[in-house]
């Protein structure tokens, strides 16, 4: 797989991270159709739960980083921990700011878009992201509260249907760090 060594152009990044989702989904068997490929790193595990089978039921392919048994859904499956090749894969993570399981500043360089609580480490760098105004960098929720989670990955979703809001977040994203 080739990973970018520097700061890429957007370009190189978007290329580099379709040939990385290609290589996951063969790894994971996760079919082409699924709408995109979170990582999940939520630490208490009925949230978790809960974020993964709704993931499942909309035809989002999730990773979950634990060490804990996770419940057999469709297009979903766990590691101990993420690979940081295999980070540019991803389109998105949810992190509930609990744990260290993932490394969001090398989540974001390798383009992929948190999905955090409002109140986090990166508080004053993260702004949510407003479509209107081709701003922010990040989809964030008020409370750590599984369904805000989820309707902050249903946003993401929704906003990334549109090439050029898709555009404009990763390039954000990706000139966070």
Not at 48 to 71: C, H, K, N, Q, Y
């Amino acid at each position: 797989m080739n990973v970018p060594k520097t700061a890429p152009g957007i370009s190189e990044l978007r290329s580099a991270k379709e040939s990385a989702k290609v290589g996951l989904r063969d790894a994971h068997a996760f079919p082409k159709s699924v709408q995109a490929i979170a990582l999940v790193a939520v630490c208490n595990p009925a949230k978790r739960d809960f974020l993964l089978e709704g993931m499942s039921a909309i035809g989002i392919a999730a990773v979950a980083v634990t060490t804990d048994e996770i419940p057999h859904l469709k297009n979903v499956v766990s590691i101990s921990k993420a690979n940081q090749n295999e980070l540019y894969a991803f389109d998105f993570v949810v992190s509930d700011g609990e744990g260290e399981e993932v490394d969001l500043v090398k989540c974001m360089k390798a383009g992929v878009v948190p999905v955090v609580p409002e109140k986090n480490v990166f508080s004053g760098i993260l702004k949510d992201f407003n479509p209107m105004k081709f701003e922010g960098n990040a989809f964030l929720f008020k409370d750590d509260n599984q369904f805000r989670m989820f309707a902050a990955v249903v946003s993401y979703l929704e906003n990334v249907k549109f090439p050029e809001d898709r555009r404009i977040l990763l390039k954000h994203v990706a000139e966070t760090f």
